[in-house]
């Protein structure tokens, strides 16, 4: 159980177009579901954390206006790269977690390639 | 957040044990120390996670020192499949997950 999906698993896209990523968790309710990115050869770095129905909060330094979250059901967070430029190239990962566990399920991330 | 400390690197032969280190001498009293492993390419798999006790479950064993200021994660048989990188990662909230460097493992047949 406890399994985290993403879609698309890799996308490219033109410069300044917006992609969405979707995350859903398959089996469970997410209490909370987070967003990270990851450039190559380096560590995951947290980019927002959201909750269902409610605003991300984003960490410092991350756009809100360009990287839109959105938690509409217990199960889907989407990620929108607004205005993407190749700099936002990156692997995109998503994580959740539900009540009474003490483990972050990751998706299998998505590669956002921007030409 | 408190920090981590991992060797960049370490290698291991196949079917020995692995001594996976990590410092954390800032660590609060509430912190949960947890390790994930990342594969190529994929997003990071829980592996255990402890707070005072040592814990062992069927992926690996969580050795954490008498004052939790280091841990050490045990790979009893190292296979080919465990070369990832590692990492170690204070929680003050287990909801909350800040991701160090980590430890590139190497696994040689």
């Known amino acids: 159980g406890a399994v985290v999906s993403q879609h698309p698993s890799w996308v490219i896209c033109k410069s300044g177009t917006s992609v969405k990523i979707e995350c859903r968790s398959l089996?469970?309710?997410?209490?909370?579901m987070f967003w990270y990115r990851q450039f190559p050869k380096q560590s995951l770095m947290l980019m927002a954390t959201?909750?269902?129905?409610?605003?991300?909060?984003?960490e410092q330094g991350v756009e809100k206006d360009k990287f839109l979250i959105n938690h509409a059901s217990l199960t889907l967070s989407t990620l929108t790269v607004t205005s993407a430029h190749p700099e936002d190239s990156s692997f995109y990962i998503c994580?959740?977690?539900?009540?009474?566990?003490?483990?972050?399920?990751f998706g299998p991330g998505t590669r956002l390639t921007v030409t | 957040d408190a920090k981590t400390t991992q060797p960049n690197s370490m290698e291991s032969n196949e079917e020995e044990p692995v001594h996976l280190p990590c410092n954390h001498s800032?660590?609060?009293?509430?912190?949960?120390i947890h390790w994930y492993r990342q594969l190529p390419s994929q997003g990071p798999e829980y592996v255990i996670h402890?707070?005072?006790s040592n814990v062992n479950n069927r992926m690996a064993s969580l050795a954490i020192a008498e004052d939790r200021k280091s841990s050490t994660l045990i790979l009893h048989r190292a296979t080919l499949r465990d070369a990832a990188v590692y990492y170690c990662?204070?929680?003050?909230?287990?909801?909350?997950?800040?991701f160090g460097a980590g430890t590139r493992l190497t696994v040689k047949p």
């Open positions: 994580s959740a977690t539900r009540d009474r566990s003490y483990e972050q399920y």
């Open positions: 089996d469970f309710q997410a209490t909370t």
């Open positions: 959201s909750n269902e129905g409610s605003k991300a909060t984003y």
């Open positions: 800032t660590i609060s009293g509430t912190d949960y």
């Open positions: 402890g707070l005072t």
């Open positions: 990662i204070l929680s003050i909230r287990d909801n909350d997950m800040r």
